[in-house]
Nanobody, 115 residues
Framework: QAQLVESGGGLVQPGGSLRLSCVAS????????MGWYRQAPGKQRELVAT???????NYADSVKDRFTISRGNAKNTVYLQMNSLKPEDTAVYYC?????????WGQGTQVTVSS
């Protein structure tokens, strides 16, 4: 079993920045991929960005060139640097972990972009 603990959400003005963090309580040797998804009110959960154990990244078109996903030195931590935030980025952001064939989710952290 894996636990994912997220932090870094909050309220920010349009054009501002936030950095989300997620720490996974699992051995790094079994991690295939980590990433971030988000869910806005009334919408389905959608992919934001992922990063594999080898460092390959993937981004949703809506966040390319604004968001950057990275892994910490300990490899069980994933970050999401969000720049040039827009009101449409408002959502609950969930950390996601693929370990072997099992998928795990964090509890979510709220990001609100508003003036």
């Amino acid at each position: 079993q894996a636990q994912l603990v997220e932090s870094g959400g909050g309220l920010v003005q349009p054009g501002g920045s936030l950095r989300l963090s997620c720490v996974a309580s699992v051995s790094v040797f079994s991690i295939v991929r980590m990433g971030w998804y988000r869910q806005a009110p009334g919408k389905q959960r959608e992919l934001v960005a992922t990063i594999t154990s080898s460092g390959t990244t993937n981004y949703a078109d809506s966040v390319k060139d604004r968001f950057t996903i990275s892994r910490g030195n300990a490899k069980n931590t994933v970050y999401l640097q969000m720049n040039s935030l827009k009101p449409e980025d408002t959502a609950v952001y969930y950390c996601n972990l693929l370990r072997g064939a099992s998928v795990y989710w964090g509890q979510g952290t709220q990001v609100t972009v508003s003036s």
